[in-house]
Each structure stands twice: as structure tokens, then as C-alpha cells.
């Protein structure tokens, strides 16, 4: 069936330096890649999400990128700070937005180090 | 104010006991979707709604039930839980008509079956 690969599943790094988590999927009719923050304890936030029909997408210090030759996208975090730390999980959908099957990676466990 | 909201937020049960989570939504959002959040497994869908009395069949529908009356509704039912629906369940709304395509959270629902 339908997957989503998320890698690393923890990703620690020193405040001010980078971050970047990847994903892949298995379904090539996917045309939507959210991206969510949740905090310990708190409800999933959506940060960033791009679409099939681009391929670049950046917000300030978050940015993803996709390959759909590859299937595979990932979310870059520049000049990390301490309100970074989090979950973060990437989902895939075939819809060209959250309103229909949505499948979630496993998702990754950032620590920003001070 | 704009929210999603969910009752009851924590429920212990016992093996087979009917239960409803509601969810419930005030910003006029056409889809809706329930997931459950298990460690190391991220979140899954269970069941999503792209309108009254339209329902779709999520990753993990097995032992859930849900209902689409209206617009700002949208409970999960479980008919006869199991310890193995022991999880965190997260409901969600958003709307096509938004140009930025976030999916609202509630607060979650803690649920334990023994």
C-alpha cells in the first residue's frame, strides 16, 4: 500500500547550524507535501507545504524541496534556534490539498543544542 | 474564536464498551478527518469527510465509525473497542476555500481501553 519513509527519526544539532529531514513515497499520483511541528504535548501545526507542480518552497527560515522523478522531499531548517525543537512529520497526499487519504511518516525528533 | 474542539479530552474504558469522540469545528470547514498518533508510528488516518454525508475510508479504518450530519460535526465512533485502539486521537478541519491549505487540530483525545 501507500507509504511515507521518514529519515532520520531523531536529529540533533547545534543552535545556529542546519537541519534537514527527508521523505520518501511510494504513490507517484501524490500531489500534495505537508509538513507539521508539534511540540511536546501540543496538537500538530502545518509549517510549510508544496505541491507537485513545484518544486521549491520557502518561508523565511523553512524550505522544502521536491524530486518527483524520485519521490522523495525534504524540509530544511536554516539557522536553527531552541523553538525549533519538536516532531516534525511530512504526509503525502494524492488530493492537491489535506482534504482527502493522507498518509504521515513516522516522523523525526529535532533537539536544537544551545 | 476559530477552533476545533474535542470531548472528552481523556477516557479510560473497558473491552467492547461503546464510545463516541466528538469533534466539532466553528470555521465553516468542509473537510474534516480523524487520525490516532501511536510512538514510532507518527499519525494515521482514520476516516475523512470531504462534505455533509460524504465519508472516506482513511489508513486505519478497521474497528472505527464515523458520521457526517453536519457541516461542523464529525464524530468517531467506536462500536467495540480494544486495548489495541488504545491511542491519542487527533480530529481535524480545514477548507478548499482557503488559499492556505492548513489543517486545524483539536486538542486530542487520550483514550485507553483495558
Known amino acids: 500500500g501507500e507509504n511515507v519513509e521518514q529519515h532520520p527519526s531523531t536529529l540533533s544539532v547545534q543552535e545556529g547550524d542546519s537541519a534537514v529531514i527527508k521523505c520518501t513515497y511510494s504513490d507517484s499520483a501524490s500531489n500534495y507535501f505537508p509538513w507539521y511541528k508539534q511540540e511536546l504535548g501540543k496538537r500538530p501545526q502545518l509549517i510549510i507545504d508544496i505541491r507537485s507542480n513545484v518544486g521549491e518552497k520557502k518561508d523565511q527560515r523553512i524550505a522544502v524541496t521536491l524530486n518527483k522523478t524520485a519521490k522523495h522531499f525534504s524540509l530544511h531548517i536554516t539557522e536553527t534556534q531552541p523553538e525549533d525543537s519538536a516532531v516534525y512529520f511530512c504526509a503525502a497526499s494524492i488530493g492537491y490539498s489535506s482534504a482527502s487519504k493522507i498518509i504521515f511518516g513516522s516522523g523525526t525528533r529535532l533537539s536544537i543544542r544551545p | 474564536e476559530a477552533q476545533v474542539t474535542q470531548n472528552p479530552r481523556y477516557l479510560i474504558t473497558v473491552t467492547g464498551k461503546k464510545l463516541t469522540v466528538t469533534c466539532s469545528q466553528n470555521?465553516?470547514?468542509?473537510?474534516m478527518s480523524w487520525y490516532r498518533q501511536d510512538p514510532g508510528l507518527g499519525l494515521r488516518q482514520i476516516y475523512y469527510?470531504?462534505?455533509?454525508?460524504?465519508?472516506d475510508k482513511g489508513d486505519v479504518p478497521e474497528g472505527y465509525k464515523v458520521s457526517r450530519k453536519e457541516k461542523r460535526n464529525f464524530p468517531l465512533i467506536l462500536e467495540s473497542p480494544s486495548p489495541n485502539q488504545t491511542s491519542l486521537y487527533f480530529c481535524a478541519s480545514s477548507s478548499p476555500r482557503s488559499s492556505y491549505n492548513e489543517q486545524f487540530f483539536g486538542p486530542g483525545t487520550r483514550l485507553t481501553v483495558l
Open positions: 469527510s470531504m462534505n455533509v454525508e460524504v465519508t
Open positions: 470555521m465553516n470547514h468542509e473537510y
